[in-house]
């Protein structure tokens, strides 16, 4: 971070805007790495982003609308085309020369849209992660979403920690595990970071039973996994195996976007291999990851309000911080290749 940059957030990164069946017939306005963004979709199922700030008035355009494909502002009329162009204004028979708001680059990819708020010609370059699965024959998949009043790195660092898991989450943890071992090993490419840790054979808790239709006299292997797969998201898998050597894995992924340099929206996909389209299973990990959620923000809230980001990555580390420090060296890494250019400019001007 720098004196003119307070956030830590890299802008050329895809990061989650909302999910598909957030934005179906009226504009949708959200705050977006510190920007107001507005979504719509246009008749013909076009999804598009814009600078949420009418052109004439900065009247926030979620205060529209849509009209065919094109969106009319709630306060002077003035529409404007798919690409921003301001194409009509009724109290003038002329519109003004490049009228205009900005817009995003945005992809679809259900159950997410995606948005590109940095540098718009690098974002042909580069996609968002795939996440298959969700929507792959064989897995089962639920969606719910919440914001956290924390850092976005706050939040990454604390799915990749899990040490705390069997003091924040001890009653969903076997109790025969007293803590949670270190990482078997831990993976660093240019832009991920993965770690696995293979637990001690244990008896089901109670979400597992009741989930997998397990027997609650014996004893299963389990492995954990984590992975930073960019700034945007967050993947943890839990994997148990049978007697029969039948694996079950349950998975998180936390789409992170942050709202500002102290909030974050999550969204988040819970999905399984086993028990397919079992609407109690569902409801079973649904309440059992309602709860994990809560814990976790109640910890990140009162982190972030005591202290902040800056007190939090100052601290002691452990052992199992190291995949959360690997992944905050990416982050730096991005926003130093973000930076470089301006700073080079400032140089010259006599700025720095």
């Known amino acids: 971070m720098s004196a003119d940059r307070p956030d830590n957030y890299p802008r050329n990164c895809w990061f989650v805007a909302a999910t598909s069946s957030e934005v179906v017939t009226a504009p949708l306005g959200r705050r977006l790495l510190g920007e107001d963004v507005v979504l719509w979709r246009s008749a013909g199922g076009r999804l598009i982003a814009f600078e949420n700030r009418c052109a004439h008035r900065a009247f926030p355009l979620s205060h529209s609308v849509i009209d065919g494909e094109h969106l009319i502002c709630g306060y002077h009329g003035c529409t404007y085309d798919s690409d921003g162009a301001c194409t009509h204004i009724p109290s003038q028979e002329r519109v003004p020369s490049g009228m205009r708001v900005r817009t995003f680059p945005i992809l679809e990819d259900p159950p997410f849209v995606w948005i590109w708020m940095g540098s718009p010609g690098a974002a042909a370059l580069s996609s968002p992660p795939h996440v298959p699965w969700i929507r792959e024959p064989g897995w ?17 660092e604390h799915y990749l920690d899990f040490s705390y898991a069997t003091i924040l989450h001890g009653a969903d943890i076997p109790e025969a595990i007293r803590s949670m071992p270190a990482f078997s090993e831990v993976e660093v490419s240019e832009t991920t970071v993965s770690y696995t ?3 001690p054979p ?14 609650r006299t014996v004893e299963y292997r389990r492995q954990e996994m984590g992975t930073f797969a ?17 694996v079950l894995t349950t998975t998180r992924l936390h789409a992170l976007t942050p709202e500002s340099e102290t909030s974050t929206h999550v969204f ?32 990140l809230e009162a982190v972030s309000a005591h202290s902040g980001y800056q007190r939090w990555q100052t601290g002691a580390e452990f052992q199992a911080d190291v995949a959360a420090l690997h992944a905050r060296r990416i982050v730096r890494v991005m926003l130093s290749n973000e930076a470089g250019p301006a700073r080079i400019r400032g140089r010259r001007a006599g700025k720095d």
């Open 268 to 299: 988040m996909a819970g999905s399984r291999n086993y028990a397919p389209g079992s609407a109690v299973v569902t409801e079973v990990l649904r309440s059992f990851l309602d709860g994990v959620a809560g814990r976790d923000v109640a910890v």
């Open 230 to 246: 960019s700034p945007a998201l967050h993947l943890h898998q839990w994997d148990l195996e049978t007697p029969a050597a039948e």
């Open 197 to 199: 840790r293979v637990l």
């Open 140 to 156: 089962t998949s639920f969606y719910s979403a919440w914001d956290v009043a924390a850092n976005y790195l706050m939040v990454h």
């Open 202 to 215: 244990a008896r089901p808790t109670d979400w597992e039973a009741d989930a997998g239709g397990l027997d």
